[in-house]
């Protein structure tokens, strides 16, 4: 990670119950793309790492055997197994509290790891090398994210584009003019080069995909409030004893740009890029120790 910062607990702290209402999503596209790209069938098995509240791994579920989110939120994690509690990926998917670092916990191999908009807050090096390890052979490792530098245009949208400058500024009034990063601070942001990372680690390609977006959404106050408090540089906790007053503060900003509320934008690009591994390591994918295969998992 970045020199002078440090990972630590609080750094989505409050967040989770707020992504899956406030964070834009992926291209629809997606997860079509990447069962053509990686020939999935319902066979293997996933790992995602830093899932959060199984945003990827619950669409990518049906795809596989079995699909194993790791994250260090507990709130993270509570919330993927709320979602997934009921629904159809329920029997294939398993929550496990547990840093990067720390991988491989006992997990086994695996077809597939995805890292969706997650390994720039990991030590890069470590987790891509034991990634790589986890993998079998041919198996891959697949980076998603929005599309860096897209403009979307707003114009011919039925309400006003969400003022993302003001909202940013607002923040920097509360929390100070460098971006907070859990209990530190990210003063030249989060680390980029992460193809040199995997690179290193053994891994080879990257295959380069991009899934458009661009369809239009309609946003309320109340989304574009949660789409605040779902980044880690305005995470809840970090305003404290504030907490109320900016939001207050957010929602006025907001009503000046758009008095009934309503907010319009383009849904964002997703990249894709898939990276292989070579065709040596373990033979065959297996579960973790004491687990006969996949559906026999306690911490769902």
Known sequence: MTDGWEWDETLFAGTATHYERGRLPYAPGLVPLLADVLGLDGTGRLLDVGCGPGTLALPLAPLFAEAVGVDPDPGMIAEAVRRAAG???AARTRWVRVRAEELPAGLGTFTVAVFAQSFHWMDRDLVARTVHGMLRPGGALVHVCDLKGERRDTGGLPYPAVPYA?????VRTYL????????GVLPGGTPDGEAA???RAGFLGPERHVVPGGRALERDEDTVVAGVFSMSWSAPGLFGPHRAAFEA??????RTYSPTGRFSERAPSTEVLVWRTGLSGPEH???????SGPGDSLGR
Request: hydrophobic fraction near 40%.
């Open 87 to 89: 629904g159809a990926a």
């Open 166 to 170: 003001a909202v940013e500024a607002l």
């Open 176 to 183: 100070g003019p460098v971006r907070r990063a859990g209990r």
């Open 197 to 199: 990372v995997l690179a």
């Open 249 to 254: 503060d957010l929602r006025r900003t907001l």
């Open 285 to 291: 994918e297996e579960p973790p120790p004491g687990r």
